[in-house]
Nanobody
Framework: QVQLVESGGGLVQAGGSLRLSCVAS????????MGWLRQAPGKERDVVAA????????YYADSVKGRFTISRDNAKNTMYLQMNSLKPEDTAVYYC??????????????WGQGTQVTVSS
């Protein structure tokens, strides 16, 4: 299993931006479709975005379309989530994960430790 480490979370005012990063260990990153999921307090985990190995296929939850952009740099073993026009409802712990079943992404594995995103109103 690939090991994943997320970073880039923080506290931001509504309308602001953050960029999350996910660094994977080993060379296996380039073999996996990847995604971002989030979990808000008291709620279930929800897929936010996903990207295929080459970046040719992407998925976005309706709630983030037009605001979030997923990308990856296989040479750097890194995936990104650019989050613009943030809303309080985006507040959650964000996780990087391997897509096990797609497309669209339906099952995930190899979770990272998560990074907290808090958007104030």
């Amino acid at each position: 299993q690939v090991q994943l480490v997320e970073s880039g979370g923080g506290l931001v005012q509504a309308g602001g931006s953050l960029r999350l990063s996910c660094v994977a260990s080993g060379r296996s990153f380039s073999y996996y479709d990847m995604g971002w999921l989030r979990q808000a307090p008291g709620k279930e985990r929800d897929v936010v975005a996903a990207i295929s190995v080459s970046g040719s296929n992407t998925y976005y939850a309706d709630s983030v379309k037009g605001r979030f952009t997923i990308s990856r740099d296989n040479a750097k073993n890194t995936m990104y989530l650019q989050m613009n026009s943030l809303k309080p409802e985006d507040t959650a712990v964000y996780y990087c994960a391997v897509v096990r079943v797609g497309w669209p992404p339906r099952a995930f594995g190899s979770w990272g430790q998560g990074t907290q995103v808090t958007v104030s109103s």
